[in-house]
């Protein structure tokens, strides 16, 4: 059996570059960058005010001749001289030989003239051409991840298309014959499919939406089948249950019979032991064991990292912490442990209830304390490392 290390550098060994494509900026939110954007204007666009007053050539005397107005979208002409002002409003066009703009609140007006209150310093409420942007300067780099504030920056430089790395088309493929969809009263020996829209749910929450799910029986013909299908339709599959030693566990030589290569069967770790991971052309296929906390490990620790490394992320795993362990936990097994957890400031709990077919403590877990195979004990009080789940 291989290490947790080993397993997570064969994923990377085998990993798919990045694709680039190109979308309009209000499809780019959460992507990542996959080119410079050079800005193609200045920005500002042109000198102009930052606030409702007057446009003034600065001087000594409180006293301007108001000339004429200028508001946000007009394109006047004015040519200023020593003793005028032209009437200005907040992104107005600073009318030229103007240098300072006083806010309406520190001028009197009597008739035609103004007369200041209080001087502003000279090039005060004003923002010059280009002091945000000059045109062809770098905008955002590539890798940087799209939030809203690009989109909106990106939107004033009038860039509207951009080119993003591709998100994988993934899925999720469902075995066994005990499985019954929500809905009607369980039937004896069934229980309710639940890892379907649980990871269809860790996808979404990931920026990997649009999940195809497939459902097959315990029947190698039809499992071979559904797999050669949802092959054709993903990128990156993730297959639950039917990975492990038993008589009607048939997902591993269905894979192989679809020509995907085995990269690795095994880990030593717990839970999460079955995890097959193996790769035909740029397909990956990650086939997770049933049971539902094994399979949503298995899915932060490799599937995620993968998929966000396959969209350009340079920063793929959970977030890495830690904290003092608030009760001793033995490891007596000789494995990597994922244990769910709540932290509390820098307090680890462990949680009861680690079974791997136990999702009642993963939905109380904000972390997942890692245990290294070689540490037999860790004592109350002693540092752990955790990795954030993001559950808030
Ligand atoms: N003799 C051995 N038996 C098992 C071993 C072993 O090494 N030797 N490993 C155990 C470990 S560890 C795990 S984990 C499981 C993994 O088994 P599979 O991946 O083949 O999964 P299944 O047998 O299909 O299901 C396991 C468990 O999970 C439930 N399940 C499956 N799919 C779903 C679903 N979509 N929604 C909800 N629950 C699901 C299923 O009913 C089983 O209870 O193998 C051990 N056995
Ligand atoms: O590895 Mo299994 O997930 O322990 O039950």
Redesign the pocket.
């Known amino acids: 059996m291989i290490s947790v290390r080993q397993a997570l550098s064969l994923i990377q060994k085998h990993t798919v570059t990045p694709v680039a494509t190109e979308v309009h900026i209000e499809q780019a939110l959460g992507q990542v960058l996959a080119k410079d954007i050079l800005s193609p204007i200045a920005m500002p666009p042109f000198t102009q005010s930052a606030m409702d007053g007057y446009a003034i050539r600065l001087s000594t005397d409180p006293k301007y001749k108001v000339i004429g107005e200028s508001k946000a979208g007009d394109n006047i002409g004015y040519e200023i001289k020593k003793g005028e002002a032209v009437r200005i409003f907040t992104g107005a066009v600073i009318p030229e030989y103007t240098d300072t703009v006083v806010i309406q609140e520190h001028v009197e007006i009597k008739g035609n003239n103004i007369f200041i209150t209080k001087l502003p310093a000279k090039g005060a409420n004003i923002r010059l051409k280009g002091e945000q942007l000059s045109k062809n300067d770098l905008v955002l780099t590539k890798g940087h991840k799209i939030n809203e504030a690009s989109i909106g920056l990106l939107a004033g430089l009038g860039v509207q298309k951009l080119k993003i790395f591709q998100t994988p088309k993934t899925g999720i493929l469902?075995?066994?014959n005990?499985?019954q969809v929500a809905g009607t009263p369980l039937i004896a020996g069934k229980?309710y499919?639940?890892?379907?829209v649980m990871l269809k749910s860790a996808l979404k929450r990931n920026g990997f939406g649009n999940t195809n799910i497939y459902n097959v029986r315990d029947d190698i013909s039809y499992t071979n089948k559904v797999i050669k299908k949802a092959l054709s339709e993903n990128d990156v599959l993730l297959i639950?249950?039917?990975?492990?030693?038993?008589k009607y566990?048939f997902v591993r030589e269905a894979l192989l019979s679809n020509s995907v290569k085995e990269v690795f069967y095994k880990i030593n770790q717990k839970?999460?032991?079955?995890l097959w991971f193996g790769a035909r052309d740029k397909k990956r296929v990650f086939a997770l064991?049933?049971?539902?906390a094994?399979s949503l490990v298995c899915f932060y620790i490799y599937v995620l990292p993968e998929l966000r490394r396959q969209k350009g992320f340079t920063n793929r795993d959970l977030k890495i912490s830690s904290g003092k362990l608030s009760r001793a936990q033995e490891n007596r097994s000789g494995k990597s442990l994922f244990l769910k957890a709540k932290v509390n400031n820098t307090s680890v709990e462990i949680l009861d209830g680690q079974s791997?077919?136990m999702l009642h403590s993963f939905s109380q877990a904000n972390a997942l304390v890692l245990i290294p195979e070689s540490k037999k004990i860790i004592e109350e009080g002693e540092k752990v490392e955790y990795l954030e789940l993001g559950y808030e």
């Open positions: 469902v075995t066994g005990e499985l229980i499919e639940s890892n379907s639950s249950g039917g990975i492990s030693v038993g566990d839970p999460g032991k079955p064991p049933g049971n539902p094994a791997s077919a």
